[in-house]
């Protein structure tokens, strides 16, 4: 195992705030194995780039010689973590949630080594907690000291409902921390009142208190909001190579450093020198890098020069799509939509009014655009936005 001081500065890289450097430096110097915990509710299917920034830090600690105990909160999940909320969630069922817990463990093994990480529900010490357990909890936060917390205390002065279930989450999460007796906790930056809790009830019960970090919440490709499903700027891991390479190169420039220190290995300094020269090679690159994790080199590599080809140099796409139609006339916003070429109607439309659109090289000017199939020997190319392209093949 390397040195402490080593380990520090692996695992400082991208952290946004530590409670404490020098408890971790102490817990690292008994030369032990430590148990490094991150809870997640499976409230969606999907995981996405964003969520890997604390994964990649989890891993980081396994290849240092930790281990992981990866919980998922099937129990906590009926109650919906009120971090960074302004409303309450909605209760989800047990099917929903067993459902996306087996989504959950298969994706992050594309990260994690699975060798090294212990998976866990929390329903196994949470129930067993019964109400009598569930009220000495209870008794250990007041009202006023949850209402400390930012989210809580917006909600409560601005008049938007609190439950009471919401006031339990943050002392069930930090329940979880005693009953694994974690060593060190990682979350988001939402997600610190949460693990303050779980420190202080590891106190209360007479252990030794966890190390918090939290990291960064990661921008969606528009480079404004947080990466989310429900905002639609996400990049999901299991997205195609092309759509994920594709996806990584619309992000704003503005973004890119971000997305290079928290999503990938690269020496920063080097990186931003790269950024500096050549922004476009810079971006391409971290596509690149970001491909490569989860399809491989070669891949990667394949996608790079396929952009480039397409992207740069105005060329058609090799692999393009072949679309099955029957002959007659279509007007351009049904035909988009039936497909699956774009997600809406209204997508159809904005991308229309932004030329987005091409039939065989030519812009669409007017959503009222009518497309004659009538001859069956026509070839149409469909252009969809920058990237995509689709051949409709008349039957």
């Known amino acids: 195992m390397i040195d402490t001081e080593e380990q520090i500065n692996i695992i400082l890289r991208g952290v946004s705030e530590i409670i404490s450097v020098d408890e971790l430096k102490q817990k690292l110097q008994k030369k032990k194995q430590l148990r490094i915990k991150l809870g997640v509710d499976p409230t969606a299917p999907d995981i996405h780039i964003g969520h890997t920034v604390i994964l990649r830090k989890l891993r980081q600690f396994q290849d240092l010689g930790h281990k992981v105990i990866f919980i998922i909160g099937d129990f906590t999940a009926k109650i919906g973590d009120p971090s960074g909320r302004d409303y309450t969630r909605p209760i989800l069922s047990e099917e929903e949630i067993l459902s996306n817990a087996k989504t959950y463990t298969q994706q992050v093994f594309k990260i994690l080594d699975k060798e090294k990480t212990e998976v866990l529900y929390n329903s196994q010490w949470l129930y067993p907690l019964g109400i009598t357990g569930l009220l000495q909890l209870c008794s250990k936060y007041t009202v006023a000291r949850m209402l400390e917390r930012d989210d809580f205390n917006y909600r409560y002065k601005n008049n938007f409902p609190i439950t009471i279930l919401e006031f339990i989450y943050p002392l069930l999460q930090g329940y979880d921390s005693v009953a694994i007796k974690a060593d060190v906790e990682l979350g988001g930056n939402d997600q610190k009142f949460n693990l303050v809790v779980g420190r202080e009830l590891q106190k209360d019960a007479g252990l030794e208190p966890q190390v918090i970090i939290t990291m960064p919440l990661l921008e969606g490709t528009d480079g404004v909001k947080k990466m989310s499903k429900s905002y639609k700027n996400y990049i999901a891991i299991n997205d195609n190579p092309k759509d994920m390479f594709g996806k990584i190169m619309s992000i704003p420039d503005s973004i890119m450093l971000k997305y290079f220190e928290l999503l990938t290995d690269e020496n920063m300094n080097e990186v931003k020198k790269m950024v500096q020269e050549n922004p476009r090679d810079a971006k391409s690159y971290l596509a690149y890098l970001i491909v490569k994790q989860y399809y491989g080199e070669e891949i990667a590599k394949n996608q790079q020069e396929e952009f480039e080809r397409v992207f740069s140099k105005k060329e058609i796409p090799s692999d393009i799509p072949v679309i ?72």
């Open 324 to 395: 099955n139609v029957k002959k007659g006339k279509y007007e351009i916003i049904d035909l988009l939509a039936e497909f699956n070429l774009v997600s809406s109607k209204s997508e159809a439309k904005r991308l229309i009014n932004q030329g987005g659109i091409k039939i065989n090289s030519q812009k669409i000017n007017t959503p009222n655009y009518v497309l004659d199939l009538s001859n069956k020997n026509a070839e149409v190319l469909i252009q969809i936005g920058k990237l995509k392209f689709a051949k409709l093949q008349i039957v």
